[in-house]
C-alpha cells in the first residue's frame, strides 16, 4: 500500500530535465587545442583523398553548406579553405567524462545518448534554490571555464522538450520551457522537430496538410495509429507534449544472484549440494531475460554460517568441461569447507559482461574507421 501510494506521489510531482549537448563537439575541440585553426572554417574527418567524411564541422564551415556525413571530398568543393583535421577519440571521450563530472555535482541522474550529449534529472536537486534554469547556466558556465568549449542547454518538463529545447538557441545557448508556456510552444513546433519524424514522416503529414503539431492534435490516436502504426500513438502523446520516459541512468548491471535463507540450517555437505539444483534454476530463470544484453564471465558462491559468518569464492568460468551445475556444486563444498559448520544461507551469482557497452565501444571503432576512410 505504502508503496503504491509513493509510486502514485513519484507521477504528480513535476520533472525538472536537462538537456546539454556540446556545440559543434569534434570541431571545437580542436579549436580549444590549436587556436590558429579559431575563425577558420574547420571541420574533423577523412582525408578528401582517402574517401574520408566529414564527422562535423564548425559553424564558419557550415555556412558553406558542409555538413555531418558529407564526403570530405564534396566538403573541398564547397569551401576550398577547409581545414580537415582527424579525429581524436580519446581527448573526445576525455572532454565528456570531464563534463559529466561537472553534471554529477548535481544529480546523479544522468542519461548520456552519445558523448556530447545527455540528460540531467534535476527534480530532486535542492542546489540554485532547486531552480533548473539555474543550474543549466552555472553548468554551461563551468564546462566553459574548465574545458574551454561551450554546450547548449534545453530545460523543460520532459526529455521530449528539453532536447527540443537544446537545439533552439544553439550554439552557446540556453533555451527554458516553462511548464505554462510547453503547450503555446508545442502547438506551433514543426512536426519535424519531432525526433524519430524523418524525411518519410514528414512527407507523409504533410500531404495531409499536417505541418505543426497543433495540426496533428487534431486528429484522433485511431487515425493516427491507422497511418503510421504504433509511432502514431507515440505522435498524438508527443503533439500534446505529454513524454513520460524516465532519465535512464548509464549504471548498469555488473551481477546477478539469487540467494536463500533456510527455515532449519543446512547440516552438512549432502544437504548443501542437494540445494545447488534449485538455486540455479532460478538464477538461469534470472538471466534468461536479459542474456540478450549480458555475458556470463564468472560464477561465484556465498556460504553464511549458523554464526553469521560468511564467505565468498569467485572464478572464471570452467575450460575443463565441467558442467555450470558441477562448477557451481565444486565452488560451495570448497568455500563451504572453509567453515565446515551448519549452513543458513546459500546463493549463487554471476559476473556479468555488458555486451551493450562492447557494441558501443566497437561501433565507436567502425565510426573512426569509416570517418578516415577505411572502412
Ligand atoms: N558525428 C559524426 N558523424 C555524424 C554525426 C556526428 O562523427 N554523422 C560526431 C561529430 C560531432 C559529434 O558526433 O561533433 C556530435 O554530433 P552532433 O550531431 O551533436 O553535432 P555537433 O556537436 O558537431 O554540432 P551541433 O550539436 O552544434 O549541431
Ligand atoms: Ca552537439
Ligand atoms: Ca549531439
Given at each position: 500500500m505504502m508503496e503504491s501510494n509513493a509510486i502514485l506521489e513519484q507521477k504528480v510531482v513535476q520533472r525538472k530535465i536537462i538537456?546539454?549537448?556540446?556545440?559543434?563537439?569534434?570541431?571545437?575541440?580542436?579549436?580549444?587545442?590549436?587556436?590558429?585553426?579559431?575563425?577558420?572554417?574547420?571541420?574533423?574527418?577523412g582525408a578528401p583523398d582517402r574517401r574520408g567524411v566529414i564527422a562535423t564541422c564548425n559553424y564558419e564551415a557550415r555556412r558553406f553548406g558542409v555538413h555531418s556525413a558529407m564526403s570530405s571530398a564534396q566538403a573541398m568543393r564547397l569551401c576550398p579553405e577547409l581545414k580537415i583535421?582527424?579525429?581524436?577519440?580519446?581527448?573526445?571521450?576525455?572532454?565528456?567524462?570531464?563534463?559529466?563530472?561537472?553534471?554529477?555535482?548535481?544529480?546523479?541522474?544522468?542519461?548520456p545518448l552519445s558523448l556530447d550529449e545527455a540528460y540531467l534529472d534535476v527534480t530532486g536537486t535542492h542546489l540554485c534554490r532547486g531552480s533548473a534554469t539555474l543550474i543549466a547556466e552555472e553548468i554551461r558556465q563551468k564546462i566553459f571555464q574548465q574545458l574551454h568549449v561551450t554546450v547548449s542547454a534545453g530545460v523543460a518538463t520532459n526529455k521530449f522538450l528539453a532536447k527540443i529545447a537544446s537545439d533552439w538557441n544553439k550554439p552557446n545557448g540556453l533555451f527554458v520551457i516553462t511548464p505554462e508556456q510547453a503547450d503555446d510552444f508545442i502547438f506551433d513546433l514543426p512536426v519535424k522537430k519531432i525526433h524519430g519524424v524523418g524525411r518519410v514522416t514528414a512527407g507523409k503529414l504533410h500531404k495531409k496538410g499536417i505541418n505543426t503539431c497543433g495540426q496533428l492534435r487534431?486528429?484522433?490516436?485511431?487515425?493516427?495509429s491507422r497511418w503510421f502504426g504504433s509511432f502514431g500513438e507515440r505522435l498524438w502523446e508527443l503533439s500534446r507534449g505529454r513524454d513520460d520516459r524516465e532519465v535512464q541512468t548509464s549504471r548498469r548491471r555488473k551481477s546477478l544472484s539469487v540467494e536463500h535463507t533456510y527455515d532449519k540450517d543446512?547440516?552438512?555437505?549432502?544437504?548443501?549440494?542437494?540445494?545447488?539444483?534449485?538455486?540455479?534454476?532460478?538464477?538461469?530463470?534470472?538471466?534468461?531475460?536479459?542474456?540478450?544484453?549480458?555475458?556470463?564471465h564468472k560464477h561465484f558462491?556465498?556460504?553464511?554460517?549458523?554464526?553469521?559468518?560468511?564467505?565468498?569464492l569467485e572464478e572464471s568460468l570452467p575450460t575443463t568441461g565441467e558442467s555450470v551445475k558441477e562448477h557451481f556444486t565444486q565452488l560451495l563444498?570448497?568455500?563451504?569447507?572453509?567453515?565446515?559448520?551448519?549452513?543458513?544461507?546459500?546463493?549463487?551469482?554471476?559476473?556479468?559482461?555488458?555486451?551493450?557497452?562492447?557494441?558501443?565501444?566497437?561501433?565507436?571503432?567502425?565510426?573512426?574507421?569509416?570517418?578516415?576512410g577505411l572502412a
Amino acid at each position: 500500500m505504502m508503496e503504491s501510494n509513493a509510486i502514485l506521489e513519484q507521477k504528480v510531482v513535476q520533472r525538472k530535465i536537462i538537456h546539454i549537448d556540446f556545440d559543434a563537439f569534434f570541431a571545437s575541440i580542436e579549436i580549444r587545442d590549436n587556436p590558429r585553426l579559431s575563425g577558420k572554417a574547420v571541420a574533423v574527418g577523412g582525408a578528401p583523398d582517402r574517401r574520408g567524411v566529414i564527422a562535423t564541422c564548425n559553424y564558419e564551415a557550415r555556412r558553406f553548406g558542409v555538413h555531418s556525413a558529407m564526403s570530405s571530398a564534396q566538403a573541398m568543393r564547397l569551401c576550398p579553405e577547409l581545414k580537415i583535421i582527424p579525429p581524436r577519440f580519446s581527448v573526445y571521450r576525455a572532454a565528456s567524462s570531464e563534463a559529466h563530472a561537472i553534471f554529477r555535482q548535481y544529480t546523479d541522474l544522468i542519461e548520456p545518448l552519445s558523448l556530447d550529449e545527455a540528460y540531467l534529472d534535476v527534480t530532486g536537486t535542492h542546489l540554485c534554490r532547486g531552480s533548473a534554469t539555474l543550474i543549466a547556466e552555472e553548468i554551461r558556465q563551468k564546462i566553459f571555464q574548465q574545458l574551454h568549449v561551450t554546450v547548449s542547454a534545453g530545460v523543460a518538463t520532459n526529455k521530449f522538450l528539453a532536447k527540443i529545447a537544446s537545439d533552439w538557441n544553439k550554439p552557446n545557448g540556453l533555451f527554458v520551457i516553462t511548464p505554462e508556456q510547453a503547450d503555446d510552444f508545442i502547438f506551433d513546433l514543426p512536426v519535424k522537430k519531432i525526433h524519430g519524424v524523418g524525411r518519410v514522416t514528414a512527407g507523409k503529414l504533410h500531404k495531409k496538410g499536417i505541418n505543426t503539431c497543433g495540426q496533428l492534435r487534431q486528429y484522433s490516436i485511431l487515425e493516427l495509429s491507422r497511418w503510421f502504426g504504433s509511432f502514431g500513438e507515440r505522435l498524438w502523446e508527443l503533439s500534446r507534449g505529454r513524454d513520460d520516459r524516465e532519465v535512464q541512468t548509464s549504471r548498469r548491471r555488473k551481477s546477478l544472484s539469487v540467494e536463500h535463507t533456510y527455515d532449519k540450517d543446512l547440516a552438512g555437505l549432502a544437504d548443501i549440494t542437494a540445494q545447488v539444483i534449485p538455486l540455479l534454476e532460478e538464477l538461469q530463470e534470472r538471466y534468461q531475460r536479459i542474456e540478450k544484453e549480458y555475458e556470463v564471465h564468472k560464477h561465484f558462491v556465498k556460504v553464511k554460517f549458523a554464526d553469521f559468518t560468511q564467505t565468498t569464492l569467485e572464478e572464471s568460468l570452467p575450460t575443463t568441461g565441467e558442467s555450470v551445475k558441477e562448477h557451481f556444486t565444486q565452488l560451495l563444498v570448497r568455500a563451504w569447507e572453509r567453515g565446515g559448520r551448519p549452513v543458513r544461507l546459500l546463493g549463487l551469482g554471476v559476473r556479468l559482461v555488458d555486451l551493450r557497452e562492447e557494441r558501443a565501444l566497437e561501433q565507436l571503432e567502425l565510426f573512426e574507421k569509416k570517418i578516415m576512410g577505411l572502412a
